[in-house]
């Protein structure tokens, strides 16, 4: 008979005294206070043996345990200790683990630390599930959480990375609605307002590949009012030879303005991607357009 591990070890024993009926001088409350020290424990052992699924089930037990105690901040803890070993390879119960610690924090009013945790969320949608739209959904709900902490450039970056996300999705009304609230946002401080311009950019672009060069003009008009400095920009320069190009019809003067740009300002992955959308807009219709 193989020999117990000293984390399975402990895992026996906290099972055990979890379910172990309270004596006559002991609380229930007790009973579980020690069997969620003795599932951290087992969970730190399964660590040490690089055992993250069973680690992560440990401190989801302890987590349990923490709630009967009503300790909700010990919970929440042990909730996102738990997410932190799935997230070595089990994303689907990392989500779990943080969806649980999130409800704790907003329960408790802690959002600044439940916005955190969100944002986690979306990372593991992105990165190890590739489902963008859930990523986009955490990144608003934590995007708003700061907002409400007064957390305004934290905020703004989780809305602009959720702008990205409606852009890859074709989700155009939606990005250029997201890019508009983040450009507002930066106008208001003397330290974010050289930002500006990006977000018009790209909300801009997000008109063009909607084919719609009439909202794009009105939108460039608007975002010159908001800021006079801007229709001198390279960006604004950018946008306005683009909208030539396409309502030309003309593919050369199209690839020419965007080769001149990019030299200066180097293009990124997300507006060569919808670059090459706009591009083949023109193409599908010659002369519409």
Not at 108 to 122: C, I, M, P, T
Not at 131 to 146: F, H, M, P, Q, T
Not at 202 to 208: D, E, F, H, M, Y
Request: with cysteine; aromatic share 10%; hydrophobic share 35%.
């Amino acid at each position: 008979m193989p020999t117990k591990s000293p984390a399975e070890t402990l895992l026996e024993k906290a099972n055990k005294k979890a379910s172990s009926s309270a004596g006559w001088f002991s609380s229930s409350s007790s009973k579980f206070e020690e069997a969620g020290d003795l599932f951290q424990q087992a969970a730190n052992s399964f660590k040490i043996d690089k055992l993250f699924r069973e680690a992560g089930d440990a401190f989801s037990r302890e987590a349990e345990c923490r709630e009967k105690c009503k300790e909700a901040n010990e919970a929440s803890n042990a909730w996102w200790n738990a997410a932190k070993a799935y997230k070595r390879g089990y994303p689907d119960l990392a989500i779990q683990a943080l969806t649980q610690t999130i409800t704790l924090l907003t329960q408790s009013g802690r959002f600044r630390q439940a916005a955190d945790r969100e944002k986690e969320v979306a990372q593991i949608y992105r990165q190890e599930l590739s489902d963008i739209r859930k990523a986009c959904e955490s990144l608003v709900r934590a995007g708003d959480w700061y907002a409400q902490e007064d957390a305004t450039a934290t905020a703004n970056a989780c809305f602009k990375d959720a702008a990205d996300i409606h852009a890859e999705l074709e989700e155009y009304p939606q990005a250029i609605a997201r890019y508009e609230q983040v450009a507002d946002h930066s106008l208001t401080s003397a330290l974010t307002k050289y930002s500006v311009k990006e977000y018009w950019l790209r909300a801009s672009l997000c008109a063009l590949a909607m084919k719609d060069t009439i909202t794009a003009k009105r939108n460039m008009t608007k975002y010159s009012s908001q800021d006079t400095t801007f229709s001198s920009t390279r960006e604004a320069k950018f946008i306005k030879g683009l909208i030539d190009a396409i309502e030309s019809g003309d593919h050369e003067m199209f690839t020419g303005t965007v080769v001149e740009f990019d030299q200066v300002v180097k293009l990124d992955n997300w507006k060569t991607a919808i670059l090459l959308k706009i591009k083949r807009g023109i193409q599908d219709e010659p002369g519409i357009l």
